[in-house]
């Protein structure tokens, strides 16, 4: 028997090594949870393949759009971002956190935003976040939801990247605008943006054709924003509907300009 103590004392080291590396080699899309106001929600990570703890790493918080609402955790990765990871990983140098909107509830709303903002923050702690790059994008009402944010936490994002949004709410879906519409002191809620985003760098995209959010909307904040001397680009696609954010996120400038800005 006690020849057989050292091979079992090398098995359980052999098993303990490798646990440990498969929990260090943990990439891809990821599901986690978090607990925040009384209520657990779903959302996914991406995790570059090439992962290290030993650097900080770029950090992208994403908002889905209306049609990806739920509570599976699952289906905010189909549309934008998890798409364009899923079709050129490799360019993804960074982490990708993407919550999950809750049906019938919006990215403007105070309980939505603290569940993405909680996913975030402990993202940031996991995988070894860069807090001086941390940039937020968000496609249709994700893209309300990003203007939200950035006016209510000027400063904390180092660049934002807006898909088809706007301030004020479609036609048919005026629920959705941002907070500062509600405000009555407020009588110019897109040069108010502008002037909370101050010099945070912007890259706005949206089609002139879009059916949904009408172009408008972005034209109007690319007016505010220029006024106010802000760092912002502009992408307007021609005959392209509402889904923008495919030639947005392909766009083969947009990572590069992406992880050049810092706090």
């Not at 770029?58 to 079709?87: K, M, N, S, Y």
């Not at 070894?128 to 790059?133: Q, V």
């Not at 110019?188 to 054709?209: L, N, S």
């Amino acid at each position: 028997m006690k020849s057989s103590l050292p091979l079992l004392g090398a098995f359980c080291c052999f098993a303990l090594l490798a646990s440990a590396h498969a929990r260090k080699s943990e990439t891809g899309f990821l599901n986690r949870t978090v607990n925040t106001g009384g209520s657990t929600y779903r959302y996914q990570v991406f995790v570059p393949a090439n992962w290290d703890k030993h650097k900080k790493w770029p950090v992208l918080l994403f908002l889905h759009g209306a049609g990806e609402r739920g509570e599976d955790g699952l289906l905010q990765t189909e549309v934008g971002i998890g798409h364009a990871i899923r079709t050129g990983a490799a360019q993804f140098q960074f982490i990708v956190v993407m919550p999950q909107c809750w049906t019938n509830k919006l990215w403007t709303d105070s309980g939505m935003q603290g569940q993405a903002l909680t996913a975030l923050e402990q993202s940031i702690k996991e995988f070894h976040g860069d807090r001086d790059r941390v940039y937020l994008s968000g496609l249709s009402m994700g893209g309300y939801g990003t203007w939200d944010l950035a006016a209510k936490y000027p400063g904390k994002f180092a660049a934002l990247a807006v898909i088809c949004g706007g301030i004020h709410g479609p036609q048919r879906f005026q629920e959705l605008h941002v907070s500062l519409v509600d405000v009555p002191k407020v009588t110019d809620p897109y040069a108010e943006v502008a002037r909370r985003i101050g010099k945070t760098p912007v890259w706005i995209f949206h089609g002139d054709a879009d059916p949904a959010v009408p172009v408008e909307e972005s034209r109007k904040m690319v007016e505010a924003l220029r006024a106010a001397n802000a760092n912002m680009k502009y992408s307007e696609y021609p005959g392209v509907g509402h889904n923008s954010w495919d030639k947005a996120y392909a766009a083969p400038e947009f990572i590069p300009w992406l992880l050049q800005q810092h706090k």
